[in-house]
């Protein structure tokens, strides 16, 4: 079945450092990906998305490039802040099937220090 | 758009209670999910609707787990006979149909935390 694999966590980086969090998936078709983040005692918001390869999703100084040929989403962002301190998860939707239901990873926790 | 809203945001109750959550989507959003949380895991689907429409129940959902969502407006997960294996973080997203087709984007509520001693 689907699935997405995400680095583990915790990150720990100092304000403006450069972040890399790793997502690779498994699915049968063209899946939409997206990346969420979960801030302290907060709910699930989307960050951003990419619905077709080669797709670029971005916000908030983030960015994500869908790759069919390595099936995978990695989130970068160039300069990270003290709020930018998450857990932030990869998910797919599998565009099979029309149940909209997302496939997520195990969520990446970054602590970013002053 | 006002936002999901869950209740409560945290239950703490003994093994062998039943307890009830409620979401309340953002109105006029057709489809209804929930999903189980646990520490260090992502989410894990339970099940969804359309309007009031059980269209899905995921294997995790057992017998002790009921969803309604019989107005096709809020919606209530309740579980019987709680295990501490139910301890965990129960979200509710809801999303809009728009020109005929379902936004693939999900709106999160809060979360309830379940917490069973």
């Known amino acids: 079945g689907d699935s997405v694999t995400q680095m583990e966590g915790p990150v720990t980086l100092s304000e403006e450092a450069f972040l890399t969090i790793n997502c690779t998936y498994t699915?049968?078709?063209?899946?939409?990906l997206f990346w969420y983040v979960q801030y302290p005692g907060e709910g699930l918001q989307l960050l951003l998305k990419?619905?077709?390869a080669d797709d670029k999703g971005s916000n908030k100084g983030f960015e994500a490039t869908y790759r069919k040929e390595t099936t995978s989403f990695h989130l970068e962002k160039g300069s990270v802040q003290v709020s930018d301190s998450a857990v932030y998860f990869c998910?797919?939707?599998?565009?099979?099937?029309?149940?909209?239901?997302?496939?997520w990873g195990l969520g990446t926790s970054l602590a970013v220090n002053p | 758009d006002t936002g999901v809203s869950q209740d409560p945001r945290h239950k703490i109750t003994k093994r062998g209670q039943n307890v009830t959550f409620r979401c309340d989507p953002i109105?006029?959003?057709?489809?209804l999910y929930w999903y189980r949380q646990t520490l260090g895991q992502g989410p894990e689907f339970l099940t969804y609707?359309?309007?009031?429409?059980?269209?899905?129940k995921s294997r995790l959902l057992s017998d002790r787990f009921s969803a309604e969502r019989p107005k096709g407006s809020f919606s209530t997960l309740e579980i019987q006979r709680t295990e501490q294996g139910d301890s965990a973080m129960y979200l509710c997203?809801?999303?809009?149909?728009?020109?005929?087709?379902?936004?693939?984007?999900?709106?999160f509520g809060p979360g309830t935390r379940l917490t069973v001693l």
């Open positions: 109105s006029e959003h057709n489809r």
């Open positions: 998910a797919l939707l599998s565009n099979a099937g029309n149940n909209r239901k997302l496939i």
């Open positions: 699915a049968t078709g063209y899946p939409s």
């Open positions: 997203a809801s999303i809009p149909l728009r020109a005929g087709k379902y936004s693939d984007t999900q709106y």
């Open positions: 609707f359309q309007n009031e429409a059980q269209l899905e």
């Open positions: 990419a619905t077709k």
